[in-house]
């Protein structure tokens, strides 16, 4: 099953490519285009570039994650996560990085600092109603179910 599509992408900074580090992998690991490394203080954030522009076909979202390994050794996430890049955005893509963690994080360049996936995306047409059909779990909302 071939669930391939074409994303074009203009690479202005020269890092690899976005990559699949593993075959089953879902989201392609996304480098620092950086001249010089950027050090983020614990409790503050920064704008890295990616030197990419991308052309995602109509019908699908680039979504930039982080990246697990930086979140827990290092308390390091993107903020307004997931970031989406529209199908109709020509221009460079660069990522929030924010350190939550306790000491300053240093981002050298072409290192990985996120993963990109590429989804579909559906347009909903809204139908306003007077009310909604009923379910099990109704309207409890956060944490209703408990921890055990």
Known sequence: ?????????????????PQYATEAAAGM???ADLTEPVTIP?????????GLRVAVPEGYEMQMRPRSGL??????????SPGTIDADY???????????GT???????????CQAVVAPVM??????????????RGDGGFGHTGVT
């Open 29 to 31: 690991d996304v480098r």
């Open 90 to 100: 020509r221009g460079p893509v660069g990522v929030i990085l924010a350190n939550l």
């Open 42 to 50: 614990a409790g503050g954030r920064a704008l890295i570039p990616t």
């Open 1 to 17: 099953m071939n669930n391939n599509i074409t994303v074009n992408i203009i690479n202005e900074g020269g890092q690899p490519l």
């Open 71 to 80: 979140a827990l050794k290092h308390g390091v996430t993107l903020l307004n």
């Open 103 to 113: 000491e300053p994080f240093t981002v050298n360049p072409g290192e990985r600092i």
């Open 123 to 136: 347009h909903v047409v809204w139908q306003q109603t007077d009310s909604l059909d009923t379910t099990d």
